[in-house]
């Protein structure tokens, strides 16, 4: 052992050698007050039970309802740009700050050649592009009169940017004066497959002008049913030849991005090339011509941290009276390890310690029950069974998309959370303790 030393002297500086033993020393401590930690959970089993319950619970249902209010939130955006809105939208610079889907048609100026509109915002990062016409009037079958909005689109290129909507009855548009029409709408009608019916509007002079048609088919939005149900849509060229427009006009040039290109990006590339191009347009964020369904969406949002904080607070406060019990119990043990020379700082950290490795346990254990619990809920899905809730989970059953991101970071919350709450309560707890007042 000399020998060792005298090698080790030879070898090391005397600075290195004290950090050593200085390491051996804290390691040595630090196996100690793990072992307290430890015993002390074996020694009070049933309250570390209540509490690790307590902390699963709280991680489960954490994870559970933050993971089901993003796939909600996901799924409502989704369920607008898919079903009327598109990603991103062309407008005449004329149009007004209004919300186009709930707003009079008659209210939003016309683009007079959205063709030449469509060349010119070509960019990376567009997968579709199309133009729409919507018109508002009155449409009517033989028995049967409603006021609608019609929406004149291309069929061919609509269907990959409108993939929300779905064919019920029927099929797509195939005729010239073939219409589909919203399920909604067509029970009102009490129409039928093949059925003629005329649409009623007005041209740009005011003149009152109709439109033959004839229903090739039923759609409904899987997600916004409520909403889109009560539309018609028909081709986009036959609209314009029967209400006298010659060039192409539109209200709208609706843009379906790909992903690959940031969307802050894309819409700078179009500006700039509106600007080169000497263009007066305006472009808009789904966010800002859907303001109803954007309210409602960002409103959500703050379900799922009402519900965090809620669960923080009943978790927390039983923490509190978890960790106040367990010192009041061991208080005899607490004046021991004082009058031993053990430090304050020390019997915090041990109490501390056990509620670590107690956090460590339940939150490990709530994650990986929420993995399978999750996986499953996304493969089956939650029916929707009004058109209020399908409204609310975006689409006619609640897929939950996993999130690792939300099970880790609610692990690593839930693993720290009670051993911040046993350092506060045993610095409160312990700090008057002192050699003088020990009895």
Not at 236 to 258: H, M, P, Q, S
Not at 263 to 280: A, F, L, P
Not at 289 to 307: D, K
Not at 349 to 378: K, M, R, T
Request: proline share 2%; hydrophobic share 50%.
């Amino acid at each position: 052992m000399v020998v060792l030393c005298i090698l080790l002297q030879k070898m090391l500086t005397y600075k290195e050698i004290r950090i050593i033993l200085l390491i051996k020393g804290a390691v040595k401590i630090m196996r100690l007050i793990l072992h307290m930690a430890v015993g002390n959970l074996r020694n009070h089993r049933l309250r570390g039970f209540i509490s690790g319950f307590l902390i699963f619970f709280s991680t489960v249902a954490i994870i559970i309802a933050t993971t089901i209010c993003t796939t909600i939130n996901n799924n409502m955006e989704a369920a607008v740009i898919h079903s009327c809105t598109g990603d991103l939208q062309i407008h005449n610079s004329e149009m007004a700050d209004i919300d186009v889907y709930s707003s009079t048609v008659a209210e939003i100026p016309l683009l007079l050649d959205s063709g030449k509109v469509k060349d010119q915002v070509s960019t990376p990062g567009i997968e579709n592009i199309a133009s729409r016409l919507r018109l508002q009037g009155l449409v009517m079958t033989e028995d049967q009169s409603t006021s609608v909005t019609l929406t004149g689109i291309e069929s061919e290129i609509e269907k990959n940017i409108s993939t929300k909507l779905m064919i019920i009855e029927g099929s797509y548009i195939t005729k010239e004066n073939g219409i589909i029409v919203g399920k909604d709408l067509y029970d009102d009608l009490e129409a039928e497959i093949g059925q003629a019916m005329t649409f009623y509007s007005t041209d740009l002079e005011g003149n009152v002008t109709d439109i033959p048609m004839v229903i090739e088919g039923v759609f409904t939005s899987d997600g916004l049913s409520i909403f889109m149900d009560t539309y018609l849509f028909a081709e986009l060229n036959y609209v314009r030849k029967e209400i006298g427009f010659y060039n192409e006009e539109a209200t709208e040039v609706v843009i379906d991005l790909d992903g690959s290109v940031p969307k802050e990006k894309v819409i700078t590339n179009i500006r700039k090339g509106i600007i080169e191009k000497g263009q007066s347009l305006r472009i808009d964020k789904w966010e800002d011509i859907a303001q109803a369904y954007s309210s409602i969406i960002s409103a959500s949002t703050l379900i799922p941290v009402a519900m965090i904080v809620l669960i923080f607070i009943v978790v927390g406060l039983g923490l509190v009276n978890m960790v106040i019990m367990a010192i009041l119990e061991r208080m005899k043990e607490v004046k021991v390890l004082i009058a031993l020379g053990t430090r304050h700082k020390s019997i915090i950290f041990i109490n501390s310690l056990e509620y670590l490795l107690l956090g460590i346990i339940a939150s490990a254990i709530g994650g990986l029950v929420c993995v399978p619990v999750i996986l499953i809920l996304g493969n089956i899905g939650i029916p929707a069974t009004t058109g209020m809730i399908e409204y609310v989970f975006g689409g006619s059953k609640l897929y939950m998309g996993f999130q690792p991101l939300i099970i880790f970071r609610t692990v690593v919350i839930l693993t720290l959370f009670p051993a911040l709450i046993a350092s506060i309560i045993s610095s409160k707890s312990t700090k008057n303790i002192s050699l003088v007042n020990i009895s």
